[in-house]
Nanobody, 124 residues
Framework: QVQVVESGGGLVQAGGSLRLSCAASGSMFSSYSLAWFRQAPGKEREFVAAFNQTSGRPYYADSVKGRFTISRDNAKKTLSLQMNSLNPGDTAVYYC?????????????????WGQGTQVTVSS
């Protein structure tokens, strides 16, 4: 059974940085896609970033483009999210989602495995 566990959240001031990690367990890590989503209080869970295994290119939501960097290490079975220039609008619980197959998906309904989430709070 495949599971994912997020880590790295915390409290940071506006303009600061955090790095999130998602560790996957189980086999066939290279056969599925991972992505970062986030959910702010009272809002829907939204797509943040994913890494296209086929092209080797990242894909970002417009709201984080230029500030966040996603990376994936198949040998270590990890997905990371470097978040720079954070602002209060980035405050949310960040989730790592897993979907079978290599195509990137931005819809949360495509992802069948989720971690417990890690809280990111950005103070002004």
């Amino acid at each position: 059974q495949v599971q994912v566990v997020e880590s790295g959240g915390g409290l940071v001031q506006a303009g600061g940085s955090l790095r999130l990690s998602c560790a996957a367990s189980g086999s066939m890590f290279s056969s599925y896609s991972l992505a970062w989503f986030r959910q702010a209080p009272g809002k829907e869970r939204e797509f943040v970033a994913a890494f296209n295994q086929t092209s080797g290119r990242p894909y970002y939501a417009d709201s984080v483009k230029g500030r966040f960097t996603i990376s994936r290490d198949n040998a270590k079975k990890t997905l990371s999210l470097q978040m720079n220039s954070l602002n209060p609008g980035d405050t949310a619980v960040y989730y790592c989602g897993l979907k079978w197959g290599l195509r990137i998906g931005v819809s949360r309904g495509l992802y069948s495995v989720w971690g417990q989430g890690t809280q990111v709070t950005v103070s002004s």
